[in-house]
Structures are given as structure tokens and as C-alpha cells.
């Protein structure tokens, strides 16, 4: 059964920093793409960094600068390196993955079909 298992939330305050990983298990995802969204209270979950298999990234014009995805395909991991955190960061944090989609690094939450039960990321200040 697949699994996506993320840790490294916390409480931070403004300025910190924080490392997010999530473990994937169950099937290999080496070729598929992999994404962390978030979503905080009241609102939409929302896109944050996105990460193909050959490691193209992109990130979210909110976090450009401060986050960086990036995959180890040897552990199944995936990370969001969150650095310079705001207290607008806060949010619960979500790890998707896949299907296989080429070169293309989706941004969309229904793009992806495999979902973490979410990390909290609390950022005071």
C-alpha cells in the first residue's frame, strides 16, 4: 500500500528555519513528480514547490528565495527546505506525488493521486 509520511513540522519563530521530509513507500516514485502544498486555516490548499524526476523544480512565487525542494531517490524521500520563514508560512504541510508526466511539474492539486496526512508548521512572531 502506498505510503507518503511527512515530519520535520514545528513552531518557529519569523526568521527560522525548518526542514520538511516525507517518505514514500509502497511503490517507487524515482520517475514520478513530487510536490509539497500547504494549506492554512480557512483557506485553499495551495501549491508551494513541485519537483520532477530528472530534479527540475519550480516554486511558488511566495516562497522563491526562501524554499527549496529537493528528492533523493535512493531513500524515497523528498525535503522543503524552508529557510527565512514568515508567520504567513503557517500552515499545515501536505507531500504529493505522481503519476509519470514527462518533463512537466504540476501545480494542481488533482495532478496528483498520492497524498501525506500532513505536517503543522507554525511560525510566530
Known amino acids: 500500500q502506498v505510503q507518503l509520511v511527512e515530519s520535520g513540522g514545528g513552531s518557529v519563530q519569523a526568521g527560522g528555519s525548518l526542514r520538511l521530509s516525507c517518505a514514500a513507500s509502497?511503490?517507487?516514485?524515482?520517475?514520478?513528480?513530487m510536490g509539497w502544498f500547504r494549506q492554512a486555516p480557512g483557506k485553499e490548499r495551495e501549491f508551494v514547490a513541485g519537483i520532477n524526476w530528472s530534479r527540475n523544480t519550480y516554486h511558488a512565487d511566495s516562497v522563491k528565495g526562501r524554499f527549496t525542494i529537493s528528492r533523493d531517490n535512493a531513500l524515497s524521500t523528498v525535503y522543503l527546505q524552508m529557510n527565512s520563514l514568515k508567520p504567513d508560512d503557517t500552515a499545515v504541510y501536505y507531500c504529493?506525488?505522481?503519476?509519470?508526466?514527462?518533463?512537466?511539474?504540476?501545480?494542481?492539486?488533482?495532478?496528483?493521486?498520492?497524498w501525506g496526512q500532513g505536517t503543522q508548521v507554525t511560525v510566530s512572531s
Open positions: 509502497g511503490r517507487t516514485f524515482s520517475n514520478d513528480p
Open positions: 504529493a506525488a505522481g503519476p509519470y508526466r514527462g518533463a512537466t511539474i504540476p501545480k494542481r492539486k488533482n495532478e496528483y493521486i498520492y
